[in-house]
């Protein structure tokens, strides 16, 4: 249950059945059953079916189910493991907030660092920018890889960077280079971030922040490393969450299928 | 004697032309467009006009402030600085320290007891604690930015803005106002997290009397109040605070003057060109 949407999924054995995803729109609790209703119809399942339930997110106290309560970064290290064994370091670019956590080999938070002070490094950035350019932000990243030659931003600050897009377009910059720049500057933050907790590869990057393939780009040219995105990177934690659901399910029925994290879940 | 400094700022380009005596003759103000090389000639014009002088009778003119390498007809280009420490002196011989509230950035500058800068302090990569902060959040409440001082001083305590970043100080201002906070207190908590900003950044400094605040945010009595109160006494702001930098140059270029030092030919208006 995130600030800006809040997602379900539904892992069974084999990995995921169905997932949702639907803006919260500040009324949690409704939405929170319309995404679940949508993830059940999609599973053809009933809600009685389910045989285990983890919630999480910033708006977790206000699910309208009872479920076990885990911090999102923990069910975001959970699902990205299971996607990726191979992940150690874990960027997730979210509407507000950035958080890059370090993950041991086994899937459990090692260290964790999030940016909150400064909205460079965080998805509003893009999102105030691409308003002025009038791109919806689904076609940022495609715009973005099309640039020839990146704006470069006086300072790196949001606001600035906003009045600048102004000055920039009234000199005929192309919004392919702005975007650009743009991901140029975020990515430089976001790096800062990474190294402040030493980067480990592999590196997966998570969040609406993983749907713009520019901006994944710009942070692998920055960090000069390869970036893995999940294929549904806005659900990670939700999936995360559920194989948390599944774990605890299988331990306490002695089941064979005690650890996710084969081949089926790379469908996801 | 007249001697002119224009001081082109991100916001507004001022200029102000003194006599020998370093008594202020005229000045003028306007806004700084994207391209300044006409604006600041523009502004130039009316400060000389409103002098009753010509251009080509200027004995020295100092350019200051972030455009200042865009005035190919100034004599000698200094930082703002300098010539805000110059102007602030000349009004305040007891000046210490000086906060200087811009459109784009914030300053603090010490000065050693000969009014020389001894140290400074600089924000001009965020735009928190500087006057753009207010400007976007004053758009976000739809409240004429000049109002914000007064509205401040009339709020009943103040909302704690835990935001540092202005884009997330937008969106927390949105949410207190959903949550019933009243908008003087908003906008009185808002300048509470400016003066926090600029005063805690001033500290390296250390901080000693007599501080005086210029610049644009100098003419916000709210900002001014919350100022003091950080900095825990009274503090001095002058009677024109947009024109210390611009003064300040003029004070530069008569400076210069009585050294001996001379324009290198002679002004002549129809010489000056806008792109040179």
Redesign the interface.
């Known amino acids: 249950m995130g600030s800006v949407s809040i997602k379900a999924a539904i892992v069974g054995g084999q990995g995921m059945m169905a997932s949702g995803l639907i803006p919260s729109g500040g009324n949690y609790k409704n939405v929170a059953r319309k995404v679940m209703d949508h993830a059940l119809a999609q599973a053809s399942l009933s809600f009685d079916d389910l045989s285990g339930l983890v919630i999480t997110g910033l708006g977790a106290a206000g699910a309208p189910f009872a479920g076990r309560q885990v911090s999102d970064i923990s069910c975001q290290a959970r699902g990205c493991h299971c996607l990726f064994p191979s992940a150690r370091t874990i960027i997730d670019i979210g509407g507000?907030f950035t958080k890059v956590a370090k993950i041991s080999p086994e899937g459990r938070i090692a260290d964790f660092l999030m940016s909150?002070?400064?909205?460079t490094g965080s998805g509003?950035?893009l999102q105030?920018i691409a308003r002025i350019l009038s791109v919806p932000l689904d076609e940022i990243g495609p715009l973005s890889l099309q640039s020839e030659k990146p704006v470069e931003f006086s300072?790196?600050?949001?606001?600035?960077a906003e009045s600048e897009t102004i000055?920039r377009i009234?000199e005929g910059a192309k919004p392919a280079d702005i975007l650009a720049g743009v991901h140029r500057a975020m990515a430089a933050k976001v790096s800062m971030l990474v190294k402040r907790l030493k980067l480990t590869p592999d590196i997966v990057l998570t969040g609406g922040g993983g749907e713009d393939r520019g901006l994944a780009q710009a942070i692998g040219d920055a960090l000069k490393a390869g970036i893995l995105v999940p294929d549904f990177p806005r659900l990670t934690a939700a999936f995360g969450a559920a194989c948390l659901a599944r774990e605890e399910q299988t331990a306490n029925s002695g089941g064979q299928n005690a650890r996710p994290g084969n081949g089926s879940e790379a469908a996801l | 004697m007249p001697f002119a400094g224009m001081d082109i700022g991100s916001t507004m380009t001022k200029v102000a032309i003194t006599d020998e005596q370093g008594k202020i003759l005229s000045s003028h103000i306007g806004p700084t467009g994207?391209e300044h090389r006409h604006l600041a000639l523009k502004v130039m014009d009316e400060t000389v006009s409103k002098a009753g002088l010509s251009f080509g009778e200027l004995d020295f003119i100092v350019a200051t402030g972030y455009g200042r390498i865009n005035v190919p007809f100034a004599d000698r280009q200094i930082t703002e600085i300098t010539c805000h420490a110059r102007g602030i002196r000349s009004l305040f011989p007891s000046a210490r320290i000086i906060i200087d509230i811009g459109g784009?950035d914030s300053k603090g500058i010490k000065l050693d007891a000969d009014g020389k800068v001894a140290n400074f302090v600089m924000n001009?990569?965020?735009?928190a604690g500087t006057g753009?902060?207010l400007e976007?959040i004053s758009e976000t409440l739809g409240i004429n930015l000049a109002d914000m001082g007064d509205l401040a001083l009339s709020a009943n305590g103040f909302v704690q803005i835990s935001?540092?970043?202005?884009?997330?100080a937008e969106?927390e201002v949105t949410s207190r106002l959903a949550e019933g906070a009243g908008v003087a207190e908003i906008v009185a908590g808002l300048h509470e997290a400016i003066a926090s900003r600029v005063v805690n950044m001033t500290r390296h400094l250390g901080i000693e009397k007599d501080v005086v605040v210029t610049g644009g945010g100098a003419k916000n009595k709210g900002l001014v109040r919350a100022i003091a109160g950080k900095v825990g006494f009274p503090v001095l702001t002058p009677p024109e605070p947009f024109i210390t930098g611009a003064l300040g140059a003029a004070l530069v270029g008569k400076d210069f003057y009585d050294r001996g030092i001379r324009p290198a030919k002679e002004r002549k208006r129809e010489d000056v060109k806008f792109f040179a």
């Open positions: 507000q909150e002070k400064c909205a509003r950035f105030v300072t790196n600050c949001a606001v600035f000055s009234a | 994207a784009q001009d990569k965020c735009a753009r902060f976007v935001n540092t970043c202005t884009v997330f969106h």
